[in-house]
């Protein structure tokens, strides 16, 4: 099984959601059921300024619970973001994170990957830029371990996790890039044994 992690899906006024990963959510489920991929995608019903469901202060909430439970019956991970689409003259109050990244060199991308060194696996993480680069523009960004929902899926679960960004102006692409992602899941599923 597949499990989609949707962290940051609960609208805000202020912005502060991922609105290209909730618009994905669709695209996502209609690809991987055409691919007849076993799948459930978790999508987080907290405001991101009370609690962050990225972050360890999150590791006792009932996403996370419900989160260790669907990981135990998972093969892979997907952890599902997106950032605005920033111009390149973007100023910084703008374009930094509040991580310390700048989303004006990930706006070059469709797809942004944070991989984190050592924990990020690199089998998945491959087999997935290799497809969605068939089909969009793909980075690959090394992040710090702050990211709590990958770090937990690949290190205390030992399932391969990857943190994928989406691109908020490649929303056009976003029916592709679901597809791409059925396609390489549907095929390491199928060559996992039970």
Do not use: C
Not at 29 to 37: C, I, P, Q, S, Y
Not at 106 to 120: G, H, N, R, Y
Request: proline share 4%; glycine share 6%.
């Amino acid at each position: 099984m597949l499990l989609v992690t949707v962290p940051h899906a609960k609208r805000e006024a202020s912005g502060d959601h991922d609105e290209g990963s909730i618009r994905m959510i669709p695209h996502l489920k209609r690809a991987l059921d055409n691919e007849g991929v076993d799948y459930e995608i978790l999508v987080g019903d907290t405001y991101r300024s009370i609690i962050d469901l990225n972050r360890g202060e999150a590791r006792n909430t009932e996403f996370a619970k419900d989160m260790r439970r669907l990981l135990k019956k998972s093969r892979y991970h997907i952890d599902l973001h997106s950032f605005p689409d920033v111009s390149q003259d973007a100023s910084e109050e703008e374009s930094i994170t509040a991580m310390g990244d700048d989303i004006r060199n990930w706006a070059l991308s469709d797809v942004v990957f944070l991989t984190i060194p050592d924990i990020t696996d690199p089998v998945f993480l491959e087999e997935m830029k290799m497809g969605l680069e068939e089909t969009v523009i793909v980075d690959d960004i090394q992040t710090d371990d702050y990211n709590f929902i990958t770090v937990f899926s690949q290190v205390a679960m030992d399932v391969p996790s990857i943190l994928l960004e989406l691109n908020e102006g490649s929303v056009q692409a976003y029916p592709a890039v679901a597809a791409e992602i059925a396609r390489v899941v549907g095929r390491l599923l199928g060559s996992v044994v039970a």
